[in-house]
């Protein structure tokens, strides 16, 4: 079973509605809302890739 969630956007960086998917995915998953999300961004500071932890012990 997977420990994180993991999205990218489909061009180089993601867009608005590639992040509200990605927040409905974790919603789905039961996500806590006050879990901490990790970001990789572009050298440009543009958003390439989102990852949040399923479960707690799961950073």
């Not at 420990?3 to 995915?25: H, N, P, Q, S, Y």
């Amino acid at each position: 079973m997977p420990t994180t969630l993991r999205a990218t956007g489909l061009a180089k960086d993601m867009t608005l509605d590639e992040i509200a998917a990605f927040v409905e995915e974790a919603r789905r998953a039961g996500v806590p809302g006050d879990r901490p999300v990790r970001a990789e961004l572009s050298y440009s500071d543009k958003i390439k890739e989102l990852t949040v932890a399923l479960s707690p012990d799961g950073d």
